[in-house]
Protein backbone atom coordinates (compact mmCIF):
# COMPACT_ATOMS: atom_id res chain seq x y z
CA UNK A 1 0.00 0.00 0.00
CA UNK A 2 2.84 2.51 0.93
CA UNK A 3 4.71 1.49 -2.31
CA UNK A 4 1.91 2.19 -4.50
CA UNK A 5 1.11 5.80 -3.05
CA UNK A 6 4.68 6.49 -3.63
CA UNK A 7 4.80 4.98 -7.04
CA UNK A 8 1.66 7.35 -7.80
CA UNK A 9 3.44 10.18 -6.13
CA UNK A 10 6.34 9.67 -8.37
CA UNK A 11 4.32 9.42 -11.57
CA UNK A 12 2.02 12.42 -10.62
CA UNK A 13 4.90 14.83 -9.62
CA UNK A 14 7.28 13.35 -13.15
CA UNK A 15 3.92 14.24 -15.06
CA UNK A 16 4.16 17.83 -13.50
CA UNK A 17 7.45 18.43 -14.14
CA UNK A 18 7.33 17.41 -17.73
CA UNK A 19 4.79 20.26 -17.88
CA UNK A 20 6.71 22.50 -16.53
CA UNK A 21 9.42 21.90 -19.39
CA UNK A 22 6.57 22.14 -21.81
CA UNK A 23 5.66 25.60 -20.57
CA UNK A 24 9.55 26.74 -19.90
CA UNK A 25 9.48 25.46 -23.90
CA UNK A 26 6.47 27.97 -24.81
CA UNK A 27 7.47 31.14 -22.79
CA UNK A 28 10.80 31.80 -22.80
CA UNK A 29 12.48 34.02 -25.37
CA UNK A 30 15.30 32.29 -27.18
CA UNK A 31 16.85 29.18 -27.60
CA UNK A 32 19.41 28.94 -25.27
CA UNK A 33 16.85 29.25 -22.16
CA UNK A 34 14.34 27.12 -24.03
CA UNK A 35 17.39 24.29 -24.14
CA UNK A 36 18.04 25.21 -20.51
CA UNK A 37 14.54 24.50 -19.57
CA UNK A 38 13.95 21.32 -21.58
CA UNK A 39 17.76 19.95 -20.27
CA UNK A 40 17.02 20.16 -16.58
CA UNK A 41 13.59 19.03 -16.63
CA UNK A 42 13.39 15.80 -18.72
CA UNK A 43 16.17 14.23 -16.65
CA UNK A 44 14.10 15.00 -13.36
CA UNK A 45 10.82 14.01 -15.05
CA UNK A 46 12.34 10.61 -16.55
CA UNK A 47 14.44 9.77 -12.88
CA UNK A 48 10.66 10.25 -11.08
CA UNK A 49 8.49 8.37 -13.65
CA UNK A 50 10.99 5.31 -14.34
CA UNK A 51 11.08 5.45 -10.50
CA UNK A 52 7.64 5.17 -9.81
CA UNK A 53 7.50 2.52 -12.66
CA UNK A 54 10.38 0.52 -10.98
CA UNK A 55 8.17 1.34 -7.58
CA UNK A 56 5.37 -0.68 -9.48
CA UNK A 57 7.55 -3.47 -10.73
CA UNK A 58 9.12 -4.64 -7.08
CA UNK A 59 11.95 -6.82 -7.34
CA UNK A 60 12.01 -7.96 -10.75
CA UNK A 61 13.53 -8.20 -14.11
CA UNK A 62 11.55 -5.29 -15.33
CA UNK A 63 12.70 -3.03 -12.51
CA UNK A 64 16.00 -3.61 -13.55
CA UNK A 65 15.78 -2.61 -17.36
CA UNK A 66 13.65 0.33 -16.08
CA UNK A 67 16.69 0.95 -14.36
CA UNK A 68 18.54 0.65 -17.28
CA UNK A 69 16.79 2.84 -19.26
CA UNK A 70 17.25 5.21 -16.69
CA UNK A 71 20.62 5.29 -16.88
CA UNK A 72 21.22 5.53 -20.54
CA UNK A 73 19.08 8.51 -20.28
CA UNK A 74 21.22 10.33 -17.31
CA UNK A 75 23.92 10.14 -19.86
CA UNK A 76 22.59 10.28 -23.00
CA UNK A 77 19.94 13.47 -22.65
CA UNK A 78 22.78 16.34 -21.14
CA UNK A 79 24.89 15.03 -23.54
CA UNK A 80 22.30 15.48 -26.52
CA UNK A 81 21.38 18.97 -24.91
CA UNK A 82 25.52 19.76 -24.85
CA UNK A 83 25.51 18.50 -28.52
CA UNK A 84 22.29 20.78 -29.91
CA UNK A 85 23.73 24.22 -27.70
CA UNK A 86 27.08 23.65 -29.23
CA UNK A 87 26.26 23.33 -32.63
CA UNK A 88 23.83 26.28 -32.25
CA UNK A 89 27.26 28.63 -31.24
CA UNK A 90 29.01 27.02 -33.97
CA UNK A 91 26.20 28.35 -36.42
CA UNK A 92 26.35 31.64 -35.32
CA UNK A 93 23.42 31.56 -32.63
CA UNK A 94 23.88 33.94 -30.13
CA UNK A 95 21.85 34.15 -27.08
CA UNK A 96 18.90 36.88 -26.88
CA UNK A 97 20.81 39.76 -24.59
CA UNK A 98 18.51 42.00 -22.32
CA UNK A 99 17.45 45.70 -23.18
CA UNK A 100 20.71 48.51 -22.80
CA UNK A 101 19.76 52.15 -21.20
CA UNK A 102 19.63 53.19 -24.68
CA UNK A 103 17.13 50.65 -26.30
CA UNK A 104 14.64 51.94 -23.89
CA UNK A 105 15.32 55.90 -24.69
CA UNK A 106 12.73 57.00 -27.15
Same mark, same amino acid.
Given at each position: ?9 ? +? ?13 ? &? ?5 ? $??? &? %? ?5 ? #?? %? ?13 ? #???? !? ?6 ? +?????? %? ?6 ? %??? &?????? !?????? $?????
Amino acid at each position: MVLDILSWVC +LVAGGLVGVVGAVGI &HRFPDFF $SRQ &H %ATGTTDT #LC %ALLILLGLGLQAGLS #LAAF !KVALIFLF +LFITSP %AATHALAS %AAV &HSGLDP !KRGRTD $SEGQS
